[in-house]
T-cell receptor
């Protein structure tokens, strides 16, 4: 699985968009980008995933660059409840069982 | 709420003891994955069970073992506990080995 690099921490004002970057420069053609988040002391929560095209769901949008070497998770209107550690994982869908997690980005949404 | 429940939520053991952690998967899910999360770290994959068979294992010693039952619930057993086994143990269920993971709240194990 490709290694991902994320900033250690970020801040965002409540109501503004939170843009969380992720570098995965060694990603291979059949590897997806997954995003999970973990609110303090809870289990991780699936957010979104994509392969090539940008994706959007009720929680977030995922923008993947054309060369697939990086991506950005966008929370359009961050709330205090979005304060969490966000993990970006690049993995072959067939290896979903073996997600390799880094340290993630600790996002603090401030009032 | 993911529908995945884990028990116990917290427990304390001493070095050398054995522990069993339990996980009930979300209704309709036939796959359970177990992860270990040390404080300040991301989760690390332990193993996965699919239809009662082990379907992949991470870099953990044999004293970490598991089981999946016909109703797809699962157990994680750890023998000869070491101090470094202190962690949050997470269970995730999915519809098949490549389905999206739905995590429980975890079992926090402290080894003294």
């Amino acid at each position: 699985d490709a290694k991902t690099t994320q900033p250690t921490s970020m801040d965002c004002a409540e109501g503004r968009a939170a843009n969380l970057p992720c570098n995965h420069s060694t990603i291979s053609g059949n590897e997806y980008v997954y995003w999970y988040r973990q609110i303090h002391s809870q289990g991780p929560q699936y957010i979104i995933h994509g392969l090539k095209n940008n994706e959007t769901n009720e929680m977030a949008s995922l923008i993947i660059t054309e060369d697939r070497k990086s991506s950005t998770l966008i929370l359009p209107h961050a709330t205090l409840r979005d304060t969490a550690v966000y993990y970006c994982i690049a993995t072959n869908a067939g290896n979903n069982r073996k997600l390799i997690w880094g340290l993630g980005t600790s996002l603090a949404v401030n009032p | 709420e993911t529908g995945v429940t884990q028990s116990p939520t917290h427990l304390i053991k001493t070095r050398g003891q054995q522990v069993t952690l339990r996980c009930s998967s979300q209704s309709g899910h036939n796959t359970v994955s177990w992860y270990q999360q040390a404080l300040g770290q991301g989760p690390q994959f332990i193993f996965q069970y699919y239809r009662e068979e082990e379907n992949g294992r991470g870099n953990f010693p044999p004293r970490f073992s598991g089981l999946q039952f016909p109703n797809y619930s699962s157990e994680l057993n750890v023998n000869a506990l070491e101090l470094d086994d202190s962690a949050l143990y997470l269970c995730a269920s999915s519809l098949g080995p490549t389905g999206e993971l739905f995590f429980g709240e975890g079992s926090r194990l402290t080894v003294l």
